[in-house]
């Protein structure tokens, strides 16, 4: 991973000072662009065919226009920044010990693909990177968005068309050993290779193992009871590989985690905000902790 953010803390007043300065400069910046692509496509418009000095000064409003705007995005993303580098950090803190926390990385597409979970997709994105331990496992999170990406039609009815694969949180966590199985679990209607005698868990997993003696070992009844309400309460789908030293767990709730706050309560007061970050969190802790029942694993 690259360089991550290390600050001394500084209180909520001189947070939501640097966000509101940040975010006036956006404001401002994203307000007076229109004028200048406005008046470059007016200009551009009487000069028609033939280069002229209205030409000249078309081109230069719209290089203006370009460069407000980019300066726009560039306060709005330094806004999100300072957010994100001291509420969320602080807010995680509390939940993770030894945490470190880089908005611009993420767990690595290479070892995604390695998990076999999801297939048919070509475009990847990932940030949020999280990692530390959580009771004395190492853990690491991000917020990963998968897609698949196709030309359709031909000529000028070619168009591409997007479909989204995966969208949400993604989690690692070293187990105590190493398995002597490969146990993948896909919310899917596709039949997996084995079933359990948890007719709920069977309709709503699909089960891949190479071991399907040791899967028992790691599904264990209270664990597959436990995973089957607790996405119907987080209105997610949730994706688990088990293999060699490591669990993936992929939560596919469709948003992304840790963003600047909607809600107005919440970014003017940073308390409300960390705990709405701890109440996303909450899901993914509880899993580890049904997990962490388990002596098989751990």
Known sequence: MSETIEKTRISDEDILKKIDGHSKK?????????IFIIGGIISLNITGKEFSIYSLVGIALILVFLFLFAKGITSASKATEVFKSNVVKYALEDIIDN???????????????????????????????????????????????LEQEVERGSG???????????????????????????????ESSKKGNIETENIAFNNKYSIYTDNPHYMFYVLTPHFMEYIVSADE???????????????HIAIYNGHDAFEMPARKDCKENFSLAREQIKIEMKYITEILDELLRNDSLF
């Open 26 to 34: 956006a404001k401002n910046y994203f307000l007076a662009s229109p």
């Open 99 to 145: 945490c470190v926390y880089n908005s611009k990385e993420s767990i690595t597409e290479k070892r995604i693909k390695e998990t076999g979970l999801f297939s048919g997709w070509n475009n990847f994105h990932g940030n949020d990177y999280i990692s530390g331990t959580y009771k004395g496992h190492k853990i690491e999170i991000s917020d990963i968005f």
């Open 156 to 186: 000028d009815n070619k168009k591409t068309v997007k479909t989204t694969i995966f969208k949400g949180q993604w989690m690692t966590c070293k187990l105590a050993k190493n398995l002597p199985a490969v146990i993948r679990l896909s």
């Open 233 to 247: 309460v987080a209105e997610a789908r949730t994706f688990f590989c088990f293999e060699k030293d490591t669990v």
